[in-house]
């Protein structure tokens, strides 16, 4: 009976750190990222994950239409999730 309970208390000692090590900050990054993208609003300059750097002219529910290239006027569409980072501003600090 005892190498049982011996077995069970490694596999949840096991369980135990791979949620706090693993789970846990996986969490806090999503949640980060999440607010992130809430607060995406018209005039931010943004970074894509493909790395297309424009600024939000226009956002309308999941997707928004950022400026790529002012001397053309080129705009692209991208679905929010699509956005990396917001570029600070100089004088800014980033979050």
Do not use: C, W
């Amino acid at each position: 009976m005892r190498p049982l309970l011996v077995v069970l208390a490694y596999a949840l000692a096991l369980f135990a750190v791979l949620y706090f090590f693993v789970i846990v900050p996986g969490q806090k990054k999503n949640k980060k990222t999440r607010a992130m993208h809430d607060s995406i609003k018209v005039g931010d300059k943004v970074t894509t994950i493909g790395g297309l750097i424009g600024v939000v002219q226009e956002r309308s529910g999941d997707t928004v239409k950022l400026l790529v290239d002012e001397s053309t006027g080129t705009t692209a569409t991208f679905v929010v999730y699509a956005i990396q980072q917001i570029i600070a501003p100089p004088g800014e600090a980033k979050e």
